[in-house]
């Protein structure tokens, strides 16, 4: 057993008693905001925007909220620790793809739309198919998202209470299932973004507190923190520089592919992301979307920086082998580091107190996230399939809001039943997957339908079914469900986990290298094989997309 390990069996009494109490504490008081949140939701607008009454700067910090997700403060941290350079790449690409999402989409999108992504793209289209497709992948992509929280909230769970059983884990991914259908069944989109808010508030306080301890522990220099978690890697000088992860000799070409296919999926995921675009939804105009980018810009960037210090940090005081310990995938490095850091400044209850705060933080992260996954995906269901398609536009606003509440049930239990599953995964790995996802389907029809005159019906139906199918089917038959040979401790870390079994004829871990280009090239073919064209609504959609006029009444069919 790892001294870590050792150390966090001391977390009884009254240790553990604190950390149960800030879980709680937390818990409890997201529960009252949520039902308090829950009498003002007396329209569909309600549910699923938040009546658009929310200002810029409460936008912008949920969005933050709603970004940094536990595959930045978790997976990254753990990543960087065990991988060094090659983890913080994950930092760089989900900074950048943040960018690329504000500086290519989100206003457009907040123009045009109403609730759900499906209202731009069938702005100017057939509704059913669109809709259909539309609504098809963005429970695909929350599907993936929500993975990754609930398998990290596994992972916390496991190293605050001691648990190595894989029952108690199993109950701590319904636990969290159970809590993320309660907010958006009860409090729909604004009890989810103050559930958003205290959570962003909370993990940049306790991310700074980290960093802060961090760099006066080594005096100020990076340099000297880089040089600590290089020599107690074991790998010196390889941990600083590319290719101890990706890219390797062992690899050969399909290494170097898959690095590739990473940063694509990494920079162009977040742009088809349903659940942080639809946040633009809940303010009034664009000037208030304008000054939410603004306050989410200074939060994300400032959170992705100190991850870096996080994952080095972790390397240096904690160790890798530490680490891979307590959880082989690295989930658990931003907690164990504060309980190292801790104990270096106030002792080993100050370790221990430490510790429960930052997971408690976590914890809020999560339940954060998975709350507007399900929501955005919900949401999706019930308005663009539901009301659009099966009810043609004829349900009533009392209707449409229940579907979506039985919808989360049913998006919530599925996610509970495959994180189960997936609970051998880097939680910034997984992210990764859904970025290429959300990449391959949703990207190409969102610029398509905003940028291109000639786009049309066929064309999204294609560039969604033919992105989306081909990138759950090429993670399918890659390493990452079966035939990975076994590490160091002797398990394989795909899903299938006896690595015999191997039915993968795809190289690369991650999809987006072939499935993002294959959804705009099937989105492309579609187009120019249909003689549809609207120009009239082109037009409009143009103006809209632009201007914002007309963008707070309903989207006309």
């Not at 753990?78 to 793809?97: E, K, N």
């Not at 409090?187 to 980290?210: D, E, H, R, Y």
């Not at 993670?475 to 990975?484: A, D, L, N, Q, Y």
Request: net charge positive.
């Amino acid at each position: 057993m790892s001294p870590l390990a050792v150390a966090a069996e001391t977390v009884d009494g009254g240790q553990r008693a604190l950390t149960i109490s800030l879980f709680v504490i937390f818990v409890l008081a997201t529960l009252v905001i949520t039902i308090r949140a829950s009498r003002n939701n007396a329209t569909a607008a309600d549910f699923y925007s938040g009546g658009r009454s929310l200002t810029g700067p409460q936008n912008g910090v949920a969005i933050g909220g709603d970004y940094m997700s536990a595959a930045s403060f978790l997976g990254i941290a753990g990543i960087i620790a065990l991988s060094g350079y090659d983890g913080f790449l994950y930092s760089i690409g989900f900074l950048v793809a943040w960018l690329v999402a504000l500086l290519l989409v989100a206003e457009l999108l907040r123009n045009s739309g109403k609730y759900t992504m499906a209202d731009v793209l069938a702005f100017r289209m057939k509704q059913r198919p669109v809709r259909v497709a539309a609504g098809i992948s963005t429970i695909a992509v929350s599907i993936f998202y929500l993975l990754a929280q609930m398998v990290g909230a596994g992972a916390l769970v496991t190293l605050l209470l001691v648990v190595t059983s894989d029952t108690a884990k199993n109950i701590t991914i319904v636990a969290v299932g159970v809590l993320m259908i309660f907010y958006v069944t009860v409090g729909g989109m604004k009890g989810t973004t103050w559930v958003q808010i205290i959570k962003a508030v909370l993990l940049m306080t306790g991310t700074t507190l980290v960093t802060i301890l961090v760099m006066i522990k080594f005096g100020g220099s990076v340099s000297a923190l880089l040089g600590e978690a290089a020599d107690k890697s074991g790998k010196g000088d390889a941990f600083l520089n590319p290719g101890l992860r990706y890219g390797t000799d062992a690899q050969g070409l399909a290494g170097k592919l898959d690095l590739l296919s990473l940063g694509i999926a990494l920079v162009l995921g977040t742009a088809g992301l349903p659940h942080i675009l639809t946040r633009f939804y809940t303010v009034p105009d664009a000037k208030a979307a304008r000054k939410s980018v603004l306050w989410a810009i200074g939060i994300i960037g400032s959170f992705y920086l100190m991850t870096i210090c996080l994952g080095f940090g972790a390397a240096a005081l904690v160790g890798p082998d530490a680490i891979r310990a307590q959880n082989p995938a690295g989930n658990t490095a931003a907690p164990q580091l504060a309980e190292a850091i801790g104990q270096d400044f106030f002792g080993d209850v100050g370790g221990t107190v430490l510790l429960a705060i930052i997971a408690a933080v976590a914890f809020a992260t999560i339940l954060a996230v998975v709350a507007g996954l399900t929501l955005a995906s919900s949401s999706s269901f019930a308005h663009d399939i539901y009301a659009s398609v099966i009810k043609r536009g004829e349900a009533t606003e009392k209707q449409e809001v229940r579907v979506a509440r039985i919808a989360a049930f049913a998006i919530g239990g599925v996610s509970i039943i495959l994180s189960i599953y997936a609970q051998k995964l880097n939680v910034a790995f997984l992210v990764a997957l859904a970025f290429a996802v959300a990449a391959s389907g949703n990207l190409p029809a969102i610029l398509y339908s905003l940028f291109w005159k000639r786009f049309n019906t066929q064309g999204a139906v294609a560039a969604i079914y033919g992105g989306l199918g081909s990138a759950l089917l090429l993670v399918i038959f890659s390493p990452v469900v079966s035939g990975k040979p076994a590490g160091a401790d002797g398990k394989s870390t795909s899903l299938v986990t006896n690595p015999d079994v191997d039915f993968s004829w795809f190289p690369l871990e991650n999809p987006g290298l072939v499935s993002i280009p294959l959804g705009f090239f099937c989105g492309w073919l579609g187009t120019v094989l249909s003689k549809e064209y609207n120009a009239e609504k082109y037009a409009e959609m143009e103006v809209r997309s632009l201007t914002g006029a007309g963008s707070e009444k309903a989207v006309s069919h």
